[in-house]
């Protein structure tokens, strides 16, 4: 069964990131799995989007199949232009590094190293240069400019995360992947992540695709696209915290 979502279509703007009749099964051995089962959907430039649904609706390995950390099964998935089924194991690590930034939430910092240091780590590891003029503005608007030479140890949760958003835009990646980015902060804090990351997407146009079970994280998103039993259910364009809530609630809640 075809996903409610749409290909790109000819004489629209090519979306940064798409995905085309994805499927993904696990299990070699008894039944296997459809984690992903037909999914088809894009991500324009400069619009944040949040993926939502069930536990074991298929957020998580469509995040994963979108990124390049896992292959899908069958299907495609084409990122700023590029086909990642076409690409090696070590075209598809390039990839990761030069051109998608990443949000845990964990934090991922490394703790041996600086705040500046993580946030310019791309170029550390063999990346493209990073414009310290872009790097300066993106400390200024975190409100990390007093903070660059702290460990992780030394910054509070809601610092750590703002190091790692800093590190997943340095480099001007085509898109950036958030998991969860909110979940080990506070509601204040978090509500402050998520800010940044709709003024990363209408300011610096930015394609921000986030997973969460949060409404409330959601709402703050241009695009709710929600997935059950592996397959798009549909979606919402500028949603509230109410709209996504009234949508969950006939089927259960986002878990």
């Not at 690590?93 to 030069?98: A, G, M, P, Q, V």
């Not at 200024?140 to 809601?158: F, K, N, T, Y």
């Not at 800093?166 to 998991?179: E, G, I, K, S, Y």
């Amino acid at each position: 069964m075809t996903s409610h979502a749409s290909q790109p279509s000819a004489g629209a703007p090519a979306p940064v990131v798409y995905a085309v009749d994805l499927c993904k099964t696990f299990g070699r051995q008894g039944p296997a799995v459809a984690a992903l089962d037909h999914v088809s959907v894009a991500f324009a430039a400069g619009r944040f989007t949040s993926i939502m649904g069930p536990s074991g609706s298929g957020k998580s390995t469509l995040l994963h199949c979108l990124a390049g950390l896992e292959r899908p099964t069958s299907g495609s998935v084409v990122v700023a232009g590029t086909d990642l089924a076409r690409m090696s194991d070590g075209q598809l690590t390039t990839l990761r590094r030069d051109r998608v930034g990443f949000v845990f939430q964990s934090f991922n910092l490394i703790p041996t190293l600086t705040a500046e240091e993580n946030i310019t780590l791309s170029e550390r590891i063999g990346g493209p240069r990073i414009d310290r003029q872009w790097m300066t503005h993106l400390v200024q608007v975190l409100g990390m400019g007093d903070r660059l030479r702290h460990r992780p140890s030394e910054l509070s949760g809601g610092q750590q995360q703002r190091v790692a958003i800093a590190r997943a835009l340095a480099h001007r990646p085509a898109v950036v992947f958030a998991d969860e980015p909110t979940g080990n902060l506070d509601s204040h804090t978090g509500g402050e992540v998520l800010h940044f990351l709709r003024l990363a997407a209408e300011q610096f146009g930015q394609t921000i695709v986030m997973v969460t079970h949060d409404p409330a994280a959601a709402a703050c998103s241009h695009r709710v696209v929600f997935l059950r039993d592996g397959q798009v259910e549909g979606e919402l364009p500028d949603p509230s915290t109410e709209d996504i809530l009234a949508r969950l609630a006939p089927r259960g809640s986002a878990a």
